[in-house]
């Protein structure tokens, strides 16, 4: 295993305070104020975005660092906190980002799951996640969509 880079080390610790903080504020505020609000604290859409590319060697660095510090953090964050963290990271990093909610049953049982795309390909789960769960498609730019406001749609 590679040590981390000072920058990598600092996502690490970034991500480690977040993330529990990103769990207070859902289960104190809920899902689409706690989106919002990570949404206002991020820097402006304005600024110029990465190259596409780039964009993608960033996501990679940062969603390993947010699974890091999920992993091996005092906090135990489930898939919609990771995600959250992520994408607020990557707008830190100008990296446009997208936060996907699905669902799907599975052998009678409900189960819902978040993940982040750049670019249209998911950055912190596998590639045929999209197959899986039945992503809700909403105003892409903005996570705080309400659910009943977007409509699944089969891939």
Known sequence: MRRLSYLEGCLVLAAAAMLPLVGLSLYLLGYRRTAAFLTRTAPSAVRQPRPGSDALAVAATVRRCVRIAAQWGPYRATCLRQSLVLRWLLQWARVPAVLRLGVRR??????????????????????????????????????????????????
């Open 106 to 155: 599975h052998s009678g049982e409900f189960s819902a799951h978040a993940w982040v795309e750049v670019a249209g390909r998911p950055v912190n789960d596998s590639a045929d996640v999209a197959t899986r769960f039945l992503p809700f498609y909403g105003t892409e730019s903005d996570p705080a969509v309400r659910l009943s406001e977007s409509r699944p749609v089969r891939p």
